[in-house]
């Protein structure tokens, strides 16, 4: 799904973001049907005038209050849109609606909601969006076209930078009347615009217009949503309350959702202190990325009464990857043999056996959990696509799989940092004094690792030590984090760990992680720095996938690409969601192939 800004082939009458009011457009040959919905390859599951989607409860009663839990050092903005100040927890989801909104249940589709209809024609070379007449923001303001257009402009100058990338496809944005809008997308084969142009916010013309976008702030905003702000202690907590007279709670896509009469959002500046806070009852409802409390914290009297739940739910999502991430804008990284040399020295089995309670797997994918990770050796037409940039691409692509680093079998750490050692030696460095040394500049290989998370540097000391006996000397750096927020935004590290996010259908949202344009763009997710022009192309290709079986071979080829430049070194993942929640609240029988979501979720009556 992609991001981005209008191109300057706009016409004559048609400047600034290009908004045309118009009492009609050029006929087309054949005008395409008004949809109630759209799958980014096929048709979507749910038919016209479904009820509700299958895993909800659309009888799920309203009421209560959802009490939730943010580790973080506070919150400065309600403005999630731009790059300044950090938002509050929730604001995307709870205050904002969308043109469309996706299914949990199907890889990408997504069905109208403040959009009534879409037209779109077999090529997708443009979109139609007809508005649902009862559409209202949260002041009893209609919603319109113009709002819409409004948006559009508002977000791709003034908003965050992914914004730019990922609607940069779009040459003309044309007002037909108040409730029908055209986005025009030019010489483009990019079939995902009208779905991810659909996930576009809404945001208030009237609100707006007088109002300074750019600067993050604490002024609540008028949103288009379920539910509004009401309540704020500045920077500790925020409080989401239903709207009562929401405009689409009846609606298909809205039936069984958003049933909390209020959301509230608590910070806390210690995970340690949030779970005895949870085990208190101070809030109802708990994610647990910790292997180790996972498998001590949950005990006690009220587990056994069955006052606190305990479960671990198994998921189809993709779980993308979450590893240690290089700054190859750095010198010391910008040689693949050393990131790579740096990668036989994190000991994930032992880590596995000594901190993870043998939970979690390790991660060589990209794309893991899902049929788009790459495995053993390119073949068919993920080949065929390998094979025309097989002068640019390591000759490891065509002929080992990836495969990350491993202490089992007959692999040791020694025998691991013996093949670092090599490495490191053909990349120039030669041990000096018990240091990494380069043997022509003199420098020695040492580096940062950036930290916001204190339960980390449990995982981080020992590949430090295992670093140091190579002779690379690595600095443990924890920082708070609004802190680490602001120096990732501006590439100010070294190595971090971050996990990239991927959905079930890969698109223009892979400009904003590994393409050449965004790698100098302060707040982009290209947070390696990737500048090829290989990986650019992979990434247009993916964007063009006229199908789903084309997809994922174009989707592969792009993961071993990216697995075999040893931009990270992978750290692990789980296929199951661990949860622990209060007994008052209640989800569906059913649990979407994407997971948990606590929106479909309800307090007892």
Excluded at 39 to 54: I, L, N, Q, T, V
Excluded at 252 to 281: H, I, P, Q, W
Excluded at 287 to 302: H, I, M, R, V
Excluded at 540 to 556: H, T
């Amino acid at each position: 799904m992609a991001f981005t800004w209008i191109p300057s082939t706009l016409t004559a009458t048609c400047l600034s973001v290009t908004l045309c009011f118009s009492g009609g457009v050029l006929a087309e040959t054949q005008a395409p049907e008004p949809k109630h919905g759209i799958a980014m390859h096929g048709e979507p599951d749910y038919k016209a005038g479904f009820s509700h989607f299958d895993y909800v409860n659309p009888d799920a009663p309203k009421g209560g209050t959802l009490r939730m839990a943010v580790v973080a050092n506070g919150f400065d903005s309600f403005n999630p849109f731009v790059i300044r100040g950090v938002a509050a927890a929730g604001i995307n989801t709870y205050v904002y609606d969308t043109l469309l909104v996706p299914s949990n249940d199907e890889p990408f589709s997504a069905y109208g909601l403040i959009a009534e209809t879409l037209e779109t024609p077999e090529d997708r070379s443009y979109v139609i969006y007809n508005l649902r007449p009862e559409a209202r923001f949260q002041d009893g303001e209609p919603i319109t076209a113009e709002d819409v257009a409004y948006s559009f402009k508002l977000l791709t100058t003034e908003g965050h930078p992914l914004y730019r990338n990922y609607y940069a496809e779009v040459s003309n944005v044309t007002v037909e009347n108040k409730h029908r809008i055209r986005f025009d997308f030019g010489a483009t084969q990019n079939r995902e615009l009208p779905l991810i142009l659909g996930q576009m916010p809404v945001l208030p013309k009237h609100y707006w217009q007088d109002r300074a976008f750019d600067e993050s702030g604490l002024d609540i905003p008028v949103g288009s949503g379920p539910y509004t702000i009401g309540g704020v202690d500045a920077g500790r907590s925020v409080t989401f309350k239903r709207v009562q007279d929401y405009w689409a709670a009846d609606l298909g896509v809205r039936k069984g959702l958003f049933n909390f009469d209020a959301v509230r959002y608590d910070y806390y500046s210690d995970d340690t202190v949030a779970l005895e806070a949870f085990k208190a009852g101070n809030y109802d409802f708990r994610l647990e990325s910790s292997a180790k409390n996972w498998a001590t914290a949950y005990q006690g009297d009220k587990f056994s009464s069955g006052m606190i739940k305990v479960e671990a739910l198994k998921h189809e999502r993709p779980v993308g990857m979450q590893a240690f991430v290089f700054n190859t804008r750095r010198d010391k990284f910008s040689d693949p043999q050393v990131r790579k040399a740096i990668s036989y020295a994190f000991d994930f089995d032992w880590a596995n056996r000594n901190l993870f309670y043998n939970q979690y797997r390790r991660t060589d994918s990209y794309f893991e959990n899902s049929d788009l990770a790459s495995s053993g050796l390119p073949s068919g037409e993920e080949l065929a696509i390998l094979e025309r940039y097989r002068d640019q691409l390591p000759e490891a692509v065509f002929t080992e799989p990836y495969s990350p680093p491993s202490t089992t079998g007959d692999s040791s750490l020694r025998d691991n940092l013996r093949i670092a050692i090599g490495l490191l030696r053909d990349a120039g460095y030669a041990i000096k004094d018990g240091k990494m040394t380069h043997t022509e500049t003199g420098q020695t290989l040492a580096f940062e690792m950036l930290l916001h998370q204190k339960a980390f540097e449990r995982v981080v000391l020992p590949f430090k030590g295992n670093l140091e006996k190579l002779g690379i000397d690595v600095d443990v750096r924890l920082v708070d984090t609004n802190q680490y927020i602001q120096r990732v935004r501006s590439f100010d590290f070294d190595v971090i760990t971050q996990v990239l996010p991927q959905s079930d259908s890969p698109g223009n949202e892979q400009r904003e992680y590994w393409h050449s344009d965004t790698a100098s763009a302060k707040g982009s997710r290209n947070y390696m720095g990737v500048r090829d022009p290989v990986v650019d192309d992979l990434i247009d290709l993916i964007i063009q996938a006229p199908d789903r079986a084309s997809l994922v071979q174009r989707v592969r080829a792009l993961d071993r690409m990216l697995l075999h430049s040893y931009y990270v070194v992978p750290q692990w993942h789980l296929d199951v969601d661990r949860i622990a929640y209060w007994k008052k609240l209640h989800r569906p029988k059913k649990t979407p192939k994407n997971g948990v979501d606590l929106i479909n979720w309800w307090a007892e009556s």
